[in-house]
């Protein structure tokens, strides 16, 4: 099992930043794919990015690219999700997820379904 606990989300004025914090603990042995979603009440979890092992590609959201940025510490066990230039559109819970190896390779990249073990989730407000 894997027990993820995110943090760092908070309110901030359009054309801030923050930085989301996810720590992993449990059985980890830093061959996870890493993920962060969120969501809005009546909407589905969408994916925003994700961080694969082997070499660590990583994938962004239409919405997020160029914005947002997916980090690890290996050493930490803590993947970073740094956002810049926040939306309004950006306000949502934020949830950090975690697979062994490549998560079930019969989703797309940023599905939820393919990720295993979620965190409670981080609130993320911007205010226009």
């Known amino acids: ?26 059985y980890t042995d830093n061959r996870e794919s890493m993920g962060w979603f969120r969501q809005v009440p009546g909407k589905e979890r969408e994916g925003v990015a994700a961080i694969y092992p082997g070499g660590g590609s990583s994938y962004y959201a239409a919405s997020v690219k160029g914005r ?17 230039n926040l939306k309004p559109e950006d306000t949502a819970m934020y949830y950090c997820a975690a697979a062994p190896g490549y998560g079930d390779s019969r989703y797309s990249w940023l599905n939820p379904a393919r990720f295993n073990y979620w965190g409670l989730g981080t609130q993320v407000t911007v205010s226009s």
């Open 1 to 26: 099992q894997v027990q993820l606990v995110e943090s760092g989300g908070g309110s901030v004025q359009a054309g801030g930043s923050l930085r989301l914090s996810c720590v992993a603990s449990g």
């Open 68 to 84: 947002f940025t997916i980090s690890q510490d290996n050493a930490e066990n803590t993947v970073y999700l740094q956002m810049n």
